[in-house]
């Protein structure tokens, strides 16, 4: 004989209720899926923080609203907005990101342009200090009339407008400055005591002064950048009252232009 069990219908539709309650949602898991990898992106957490915080919130009103079994349509609802503001938490930290790039393209050409001023301006100081260590050499001497090298009378024979050894040496040393820098010029002028008969001394200083210009075109300066004056005794610097004085006023005085080529005339 069979045995017929038989089960109140009311256990059967708490059963079938109960299995209901454990269907899937499609959309909340597709918005926990978005939001996790949102979540994963380095950019979007760093970038779109409040944007991912915002979407984060609605994901836990689907959650909630899925675990108390509130229809289908409040949970996709609240799944459809998490992804919204998912996409959007994206969408802001791509732009950030973009511009991010654009930023640092921009600070990198300015490193890029400071970097080659600051070059610039160090090759300029390492010129100007090699140009003053020059000058020195030459025992230049800042004037009035700008920069100014003296070649006395000891560096000429006496009475003659031959240069000696040691001059034709520091006229060496100009001319190297004066290749190396091909902008400026040099005015030569000659100047004497007040021995001796004007005529005599007028005559000693254009000598001296040519004397100079003719070695400086041997070095290789074009005569261009060369003027020549003899001014005789009228331009002492001393007395012409003792030997000491004397010596002093007999001289060839190279003024030494701008870096344009100027010279401050008499």
Sequence with gaps: ????????????????????????????????????????????????ALELQTAGESLTKADTAFANDEDAGTVN?????????????????????????????AANRNAVRLDARTAEIDRDHALIAEQQRQLDALNA?????????????????????QLKSGGVRNVQKLADFLSQYPNYKVSVEGHTDSTGSDEHNQDLSERRADSVQSALLNDGIGGERISTHGYGEGSPIASNDDAGSRQLNRRVEIILSDANGNITQR
Aim: net charge negative; charged share 15%; with cysteine.
């Design 141 to 161: 001497k800042k004037t009035d009339r700008g920069m100014v090298i003296t070649l006395s009378d000891v560096l000429f024979n006496v009475d003659k407008a």
């Design 1 to 48: 004989m069979q045995n017929h069990h038989f089960f109140p219908l009311s256990l059967i539709a708490v059963a079938l209720l109960s299995g209901c309650g454990s269907v899937p949602n499609p959309a909340l898991d597709a918005a926990h899926s978005n939001f996790n990898t949102a979540r994963s992106d380095a950019d979007v957490t760093s970038l779109a």
């Design 77 to 105: 609802q609240l799944a459809y907005l998490t992804t919204q503001q998912v996409n959007i938490a994206q969408e802001v930290a791509n732009r950030k990101t973009a511009e991010l790039v654009v930023t640092n393209a």
